[in-house]
């Protein structure tokens, strides 16, 4: 079918951003998840781990104390890029801990699901495991605008560039929210 018409508003949204390891895809959905909001009960009375150190990050920590027994927050630096009253609240939690200069390298379990994960600090190469029942991935998102690829004008990032203060993209009557 052919469909015409005088103007099209492209709100495509975004998907997570993803850590890429193979162990990630294989427990996606039996422990590792990009949404606390969606999957944070399943781990009521648990121990889990989030991977990230901007608001989202905090955040999704601080909704996951809630129901879960302990969050670790596990960052590849040593300092958070979270606004710092988000910090602050963090750090004064007594459910919260931290994992600085760490990177998860892979995700544990069996067939029941995942059970811990194997990390690695990034100034000593040490590598230690911790134990958790779930890890949350919040290293940001990626625009769903594949479609419109070279033939929209795009940012090196793949975001559609709108004009100032508008929506109006590079083809007139097309637009991006």
């Given at each position: 079918a052919e469909y015409t018409g005088d103007t099209?508003?492209?709100s495509t949204g975004a998907k997570a951003r993803w850590l890429g390891l193979d162990s990630e895809q294989k427990f996606q959905g039996k422990g590792v998840s990009a949404c606390a909001?969606?999957?944070g009960f399943?781990?009521?009375?648990?121990?889990?781990?989030?991977?990230g150190g901007g608001n989202t990050a905090a955040?999704?920590?601080?909704?996951?104390?809630n129901f879960c027994n302990s969050v670790t927050i596990i960052h590849r630096r040593d300092e958070m890029r979270a606004e710092k009253i988000l910090q602050q609240r963090l750090f004064d939690h007594e459910k919260i801990s931290f994992k600085w200069d760490t990177t998860v390298e892979e995700i544990l379990g069996d067939?029941?699901?995942?059970?811990?994960?194997?990390l690695k600090h990034v100034k000593t190469g040490e590598e230690s495991t911790l134990q958790a029942a779930g890890l949350f991935v919040a290293i940001g998102h990626d625009p769903a605008t594949e479609l419109f690829k070279e033939q929209l004008d795009m940012d090196e990032t793949g975001y559609i560039v709108s004009a100032h203060?508008?929506?109006a993209t590079s083809i007139p009557g097309v637009f991006a929210a």
């Open positions: 099209v508003i492209i909001t969606c999957d399943f781990f009521r009375g648990k121990d889990v781990a989030i991977v955040e999704e920590a601080l909704f996951l104390t067939e029941t699901g995942m059970t811990g994960l194997r203060d508008s929506t």
